[in-house]
């Protein structure tokens, strides 16, 4: 089946870095979609991709769908203690979503 | 407050014993789906409905069913509990799937999380 692979797994940062994370796939995705995950809730919806190339931003988060359409990357400038949490992210091919393993992110003060 | 609601959010049962979790969306999507998240293997897919009395496996759907006799209404069962389903359970809808172009996007409720003793 579809496999994401998403890294880092982690990531331990000072408060004001800039944050990488992304998300690779042997296979071909028409959407790519970035989750975060707090403790005790459900993944809400950060950034969705639609179209090979797209660069999307919400606020200090920035994501692009890869031009192959099988990769994908999520952004965070200037972090803060509240992006404490885990990222996902998602393609869908035909309805199915499937997720990467997700990366923890931790801010420090 | 319109949304995707999941009932209950805890939950605490014996092995054997048949649960049902729920799951109620107000947006009258057409799909909706339950994962389970687990640590070590992220989001799986159970199983998923692409509207009213269409159900259709996903990739861990084993000692579970669903119905889907209304389109708000998802519920899940477990008809003979066992340890290994011991999982927190999201619940999540999307407006349409597989249109090109289209939002394919999925909304989670905020889970449930279930034990089996």
């Known amino acids: 089946g579809q496999q994401l692979n998403q890294s880092p797994q982690s990531m331990f940062i000072q408060e004001g870095e800039d944050v990488s994370m992304n998300c690779t796939s042997s296979?071909?995705?028409?959407?790519w979609l970035w989750y975060k995950q707090e403790p005790g809730e459900g993944p809400v919806l950060l950034i969705a991709?639609?179209?090979?190339?797209e660069l999307t931003s919400n606020g200090r988060l920035t994501a692009q769908f890869g031009i192959t359409r099988k990769d994908s990357f999520l952004n965070i400038s200037a972090s803060i203690p509240s992006d404490v949490g885990i990222y996902f992210c998602?393609?869908?091919?035909?309805?199915?979503?499937?997720f990467g393993q997700g990366t923890i992110l931790t801010v420090h003060p | 407050d319109a949304g995707i609601t999941q009932s209950p959010r805890y939950k605490i049962t014996e092995t054997g014993r048949q649960v049902t979790l729920m799951c109620h969306q107000t947006?009258?999507?057409?799909?909706m789906f339950w994962y389970r998240q687990d640590l070590g293997h992220g989001l799986r897919l159970i199983y998923y409905?692409?509207?009213?009395?269409?159900?259709d496996k996903g990739e861990v759907p084993d000692g579970y069913v669903v119905s889907r006799s209304k389109t708000e209404n998802f519920p899940l069962t477990l008809e003979s509990a066992t340890r290994s389903q011991t999982s927190v359970y999201f619940c999540?809808?999307?407006?349409?799937?597989?249109?090109?172009?289209?939002?394919?996007?999925?909304?989670f409720g905020p889970g449930t999380r279930l034990t089996v003793l």
């Open positions: 296979s071909i995705f028409n959407t």
């Open positions: 409905s692409a509207a009213a009395d269409i159900t």
């Open positions: 991709l639609y179209k090979a190339g």
């Open positions: 998602g393609g869908t091919s035909y309805g199915k979503l499937t």
């Open positions: 947006w009258s999507h057409s799909y």
């Open positions: 999540a809808s999307n407006p349409s799937s597989g249109s090109p172009g289209g939002t394919d996007t999925q909304y």
